[in-house]
């Protein structure tokens, strides 16, 4: 199993940047991808931004340009750099870490983190 913590949420004007942190901990060395996920009030979940094992990465339209994540593996932690923020990235972002158990690839979940951008 793995669990995931993450870091980094809060309140920022629009135009600013926030860097969030997930730490994974438990059976890190199996991890096939790590990302985040967020949703806002009212919408379905959405993927933000995932990095694989080998280090390929994959973002949403909506963020590319503005989002960098990136991965410690001495850290085990992911990170995920945001920066021009807009009204519309506030969300409860979610680390989330795919990986496999048996035949199965299952996903772990963090709490969840708050990122408000005011206008």
């Known amino acids: 199993q793995v669990q995931l913590v993450e870091s980094g949420g809060g309140l920022v004007q629009a135009g600013g940047s926030l860097r969030l942190s997930c730490a994974a901990s438990?059976?890190?060395?199996?991890?096939?991808?790590i990302g985040w996920y967020r949703q806002a009030p009212g919408k379905q979940r959405e993927l933000v931004a995932a990095?694989?094992?080998?280090?390929?990465?994959n973002y949403a339209d909506s963020v590319k340009g503005r989002t960098t994540i990136s991965r410690d593996n001495a850290k085990n932690t992911v990170y995920l750099q945001m920066n021009s923020l807009k009204p519309g990235d506030t969300a409860v972002y979610y680390c989330?870490?795919?990986?496999?158990?048996?035949?199965?690839?299952?996903?772990?979940w963090g709490q969840g983190t708050q990122v408000t951008v005011s206008s």
């Open positions: 438990g059976s890190t060395f199996s991890i096939n991808a």
């Open positions: 989330y870490a795919d990986f496999p158990v048996g035949q199965d690839i299952v996903s772990s």
């Open positions: 990095i694989s094992s080998s280090g390929s990465t």
